[in-house]
């Protein structure tokens, strides 16, 4: 991770890169026998690249640090995970994702396709089989629908698969997700959201 502050050292901005990612950052000094790296601000929209500047600007309330810490180490663990090529079923992808919308959403921002691939390491064609999980388990227990949060990057609207609310209800949607406290709820994990799948299986479907 590296993050750029300002004098006051508030967070400038901060991202997440892979290890593999980092040779192209680097620059090898024989005067120090190390590598230093440069990180401009335009490294952000770089290939593999997880923007995590808003979320490192922290929780808006000092009370929601507990669980804040909690989610975020579930994008971490996981993401690690994926990076050690230990593949994860959906609904442990889910729960990885559950967490990154958590968090997004504490700081009231939608993510698009593209971000929550980058963050996760998923890949973008397939993330609506994996928001499935997330969907039917907000469905089942009537909670606001987390899953709005993730929109295509031209028409700032969930993808089709999403149906939790009409074109017109987006903006409701959402701002009843950026008002429920999901770091208080918790993460459902992997089995609740396999469970709710079978119960109310959402993929494109009413």
Same mark, same amino acid.
């Given at each position: 991770?590296?993050?750029?502050?300002?004098?006051?050292?508030?967070?400038?901005?901060?991202?997440?890169?892979?290890?593999?990612?980092?040779? /192209?950052?680097?620059?090898?000094?024989?005067?120090?026998?190390?590598?230093?790296?440069?990180?401009?601000?335009?490294?952000?929209?770089?290939?593999?690249?997880?923007?995590?500047?808003?979320?490192?600007?922290?929780?808006?309330?000092?009370?929601?640090?507990?669980?804040?810490?909690?989610?975020?180490?579930?994008? &971490?663990?996981?993401?690690?995970? /994926?990076?050690?090529?230990?593949?994860?079923?959906?609904?442990?992808?889910?729960?990885?994702?559950?967490?990154? =919308? /958590?968090?997004?959403?504490?700081?009231?921002?939608?993510?698009?396709?593209?971000?929550?691939?980058?963050? &996760?390491?998923?890949? &973008?064609?397939?993330?609506?089989?994996?928001?499935?999980?997330?969907?039917?388990?907000?469905?089942?227990? /009537?909670l606001?629908?987390?899953t709005?949060?993730?929109?295509?990057?031209e028409?700032?609207?969930?993808?089709?698969?999403?149906?939790?609310a009409?074109?017109?209800e987006?903006?409701?949607?959402?701002?009843?997700?950026?008002?429920?406290?999901? =770091?208080?709820?918790?993460?459902?994990?992997?089995?609740?959201?396999?469970?709710?799948?079978?119960?109310?299986?959402?993929?494109?479907?009413?």
């Open positions: 991770m590296a993050v750029v502050f300002d004098r006051d050292w508030n967070v400038s901005y901060g991202a997440r890169i892979l290890h593999k990612d980092l040779a /192209a950052l680097c620059t090898y000094r024989p005067r120090v026998n190390g590598h230093q790296m440069r990180f401009p601000r335009s490294v952000l929209e770089s290939p593999g690249v997880a923007d995590l500047t808003q979320l490192l600007n922290g929780p808006s309330k000092l009370e929601d640090m507990p669980q804040l810490n909690a989610q975020l180490g579930e994008v &971490t663990a996981q993401a690690a995970m /994926a990076r050690k090529g230990i593949r994860m079923n959906k609904f442990q992808h889910a729960s990885q994702i559950w967490a990154l =919308l /958590a968090v997004a959403a504490t700081h009231r921002q939608s993510l698009t396709y593209s971000q929550v691939a980058r963050a &996760t390491g998923a890949f &973008t064609g397939g993330l609506g089989m994996l928001l499935e999980p997330i969907q039917s388990y907000c469905r089942l227990r /009537a606001p629908p987390l709005v949060l993730v929109v295509q990057q028409s700032g609207l969930p993808g089709s698969g999403f149906i939790g009409t074109a017109e987006i903006g409701g949607a959402q701002a009843a997700v950026f008002k429920f406290d999901w =770091l208080e709820h918790g993460n459902p994990g992997p089995v609740a959201f396999e469970e709710a799948v079978k119960q109310l299986p959402t993929n494109g479907k009413p």
